[in-house]
């Protein structure tokens, strides 16, 4: 079984910074891929960034030059700096890992609880 935690998550003002994190847990042997993802209220649930093992990064544009994806391989943790914040960032930000291989077999891919990321004044 694996486990994703998420931290970091509040309200900020405009302009602000947040770093969120994600711990994931379990007989993990690998994980190929770890990213954020958003849901704002109404709205459909979309990739923030993502990260490969091998270090290929993909970041919606909206946060392109703004948010920076990284992680810690041996620790699989991942985590998003989010910089210049805007109100339209204001979502519930969900961790995702996938393509995991743990001691149970191979696992497409786990999602956190999520957490929320507000930006107002």
């Known amino acids: 079984q694996v486990q994703l935690v998420e931290s970091g998550g509040g309200l900020v003002q405009p302009g602000g910074s947040l770093r969120l994190s994600c711990a994931a847990s379990?007989?993990?042997?690998?994980?190929?891929?770890m990213g954020w993802y958003r849901q704002a209220p109404g709205k459909q649930r979309e990739l923030v960034a993502k990260?490969?093992?091998?270090?290929?990064?993909n970041y919606a544009d909206s946060v392109k030059g703004r948010f920076t994806i990284s992680r810690d391989n041996p620790k699989n943790t991942v985590h998003l700096q989010m910089n210049s914040l805007k109100p339209e960032d204001t979502a519930v930000y969900y961790c995702?890992?996938?393509?995991?291989?743990?001691?149970?077999?191979?696992?497409?891919?786990?999602w956190g609880q999520g957490t929320q990321v507000t930006v107002s004044s």
């Open positions: 995702n890992a996938g393509q995991i291989v743990t001691a149970g077999g191979y696992v497409d891919d786990y």
């Open positions: 990260l490969t093992s091998g270090g290929i990064t």
């Open positions: 379990g007989s993990i042997f690998s994980i190929y891929v």
